[in-house]
T-cell receptor, first 114, second 114 residues
Framework: AQSVTQLGSHVSVSEGALVLLRCNYSSSVPPYLFWYVQYPNQGLQLLLKYTSAATLVKGINGFEAEFKKSETSFHLTKPSAHMSDAAEYFCAVSGSTAGNQFYFGTGTSLTVIP | KAGVTQTPRYLIKTRGQQVTLSCSPISGHRSVSWYQQTPGQGLQFLFEYFSETQRNKGNFPGRFSGRQFSNSRSEMNVSTLELGDSALYLC?????????????FGPGTRLTVL
């Protein structure tokens, strides 16, 4: 089975500072990778996804993530944090075989300090 | 296209009762997954349906069941409710192409068991 590890259940950054949320996956074959964001009392919103077309993926709200196969990582970054970025972020992976289940990390809560 | 819809958005039940939640996927999507989200356990996979058949199943007791209809709408049922079933229940609509495999989430149903 695949798994996803998100390092750091809570991350705090100052407004305007770099946001870095870490995600590592375990997969024997190149997977599809995703980042989702969840605001309080809402569902998960797709931020970005890796589909093997390019290793650097740009998403909504200025976020991007880089797929590094050698490190089995898919870290999420944003150059300058905004107060509205405060939310829960989930990394997810699905296998390349049809019917594979999605696997989610445990989430990282991002706090932005004014 | 309209997004994933879930009804009702909020529910209050008492222990021992049963509950049915509904999910309508994005038009054209044939796969629906259900997740339970709690502060203590995070996001946990319940089951996935594809073309009216259960394709994947998480590690939940038999009190949790689901089904999918020919129009891809899905329902999940929880019988003999327990206090620990209080959670946000999320439904996800899934689409798979030759290039990617993506889940889109609904807003969730907040279930409170008293």
């Amino acid at each position: 089975a695949q798994s996803v590890t998100q390092l750091g259940s809570h991350v705090s950054v100052s407004e305007g500072a770099l946001v870095l949320l870490r995600c590592n996956y375990s997969s024997s074959v190149p997977p599809y990778l995703f980042w989702y964001v969840q605001y309080p009392n809402q569902g998960l919103q797709l931020l970005l996804k890796y589909t093997s077309a390019a290793t650097l993926v740009k998403g909504i709200n200025g976020f991007e993530a880089e797929f590094k196969k050698s490190e089995t990582s898919f870290h999420l970054t944003k150059p300058s944090a905004h107060m509205s970025d405060a939310a829960e972020y989930f990394c997810a992976v699905s296998g390349s075989t049809a019917g594979n289940q999605f696997y989610f990390g445990t989430g990282t809560s991002l706090t932005v300090i004014p | 296209k309209a997004g994933v819809t879930q009804t009702p958005r909020y529910l209050i039940k008492t222990r021992g009762q049963q509950v049915t939640l509904s999910c309508s996927p994005i038009s054209g999507h044939r796969s629906v997954s259900w997740y339970q989200q709690t502060p203590g356990q995070g996001l946990q996979f319940l089951f996935e349906y594809f073309s009216e058949t259960q394709r994947n199943k998480g590690n939940f007791p038999g009190r949790f069941s689901g089904r999918q209809f020919s129009n891809s709408r899905s329902e999940m049922n929880v019988s003999t409710l327990e206090l620990g079933d209080s959670a946000l229940y999320l439904c996800a609509s899934r689409v798979r192409t030759s290039e990617t495999d993506t889940q889109y989430f609904g807003p969730g149903t907040r279930l409170t068991v008293l």
